[in-house]
């Protein structure tokens, strides 16, 4: 064979190895395939207050309705350009919404995770930070309760609002265990969305916190609620009424949100990895 012939052969059969294991490594499908890159499917934005119910007001005249949904609707477009999901916003206009329709809404939609916007307020003027909360009948603290009890206020705008009880022992259960199975993923959230946004917006670190959000009560997958500033500084109000900050926020809440999908799946790689143990220990 000549010497030009052989190369020729030995660069088919090189051609032909690279080829075949192109081949099996496209048939073999990575055990990250088998679990959905993305778990979050649907995600609902709640921008705090609106219509009639104007929320805090700063000492400039800013209301936080206005600022929730500027940075909502940030928020919610940042989302919709950086993961395969469905982002929906409980509203997207200056209108009152009940805070019992906020979680009948992502109920609705089986929303995977439940994100409600609201800017903080203080009677002590030099207050500043972010707080992110989620979900417990007794408050973390002290200025947990008094946040609450403003946010829940609300409730006595609505002539409609009732609580609804449970129709039998066996709903109750199942509502409790619900509750008790996002309670865990909700706490994970706030921390994942708390640890970007402080980074961003800097202030007093506020940490994480609980406290009996109404809002947050019908939720039936992990929810948080977060203050994102004080509107009653009147420092941070001039702040938060620009597109440079509301964007921060909103991008700061974004990543918090992925970060929270990565480990959501990394989570369900792993209980798949365990379950398979468990198989071949059988």
């Known amino acids: 064979m000549y010497p030009f012939t052989k190369i020729r052969f030995a660069f088919l059969i090189f051609f032909l190895i690279i080829l075949s294991s192109d081949i ?30 104007s929320g805090a007001r700063g000492p400039g005249g800013t209301f936080e309705k206005d600022l929730t949904l500027a940075i909502s609707l940030k928020l919610a477009e940042k989302l919709r350009d950086s993961i395969e999901a469905e982002v929906l916003l409980t509203r ?24 409600s916007v609201h ?32 946010e829940n206020n609300v409730i006595n705008l609505d002539e409609a609002a009732a609580e609804v009880a449970p129709k039998d022992d066996i709903e109750s259960i199942l509502w409790d265990l619900t509750q008790s ?17 402080f980074k961003a917006a800097g202030g007093e670190n506020r ?31 001039k702040r938060l009424i620009t597109e440079k900050v509301q964007a921060k926020i909103a991008n ?25 143990r468990n198989r071949e220990a059988k």
């Open 92 to 115: 997207n206009t200056d209108e009152y919404i009940t805070l019992k329709e906020r979680t009948v809404f992502a109920n609705f939609h089986k929303a995977d995770i439940f994100v």
């Open 24 to 53: 099996l490594k496209a048939a073999e499908p990575a055990v990250a395939d088998k679990v959905e890159e993305n778990p979050l499917k649907v995600i609902v934005i709640d921008p705090g207050h609106g219509g009639k119910d």
């Open 119 to 150: 800017i903080n307020a203080a009677r002590r003027k030099k207050a500043h930070g972010v707080e992110v909360y989620f979900l417990n009948f007794e408050a973390s603290d002290d200025d947990a309760r008094k946040a609450a009890a403003f």
């Open 207 to 237: 940490g994480v916190k609980q406290a009996p959000f109404i809002v947050l009560t019908g939720a039936t997958m992990p929810a948080v609620l977060i203050e994102a500033g004080f509107i009653s500084n009147p420092k941070e109000e």
């Open 181 to 197: 199975e996002a309670h865990s993923e909700s706490s994970k959230l706030a921390e994942a969305i708390y640890l970007k946004l």
């Open 252 to 276: 700061a809440i974004k990543t918090g949100v992925l970060d929270f999908s990565g480990k959501m799946n990394g989570r369900a790689i792993d209980n798949k990895a365990k379950v398979a």
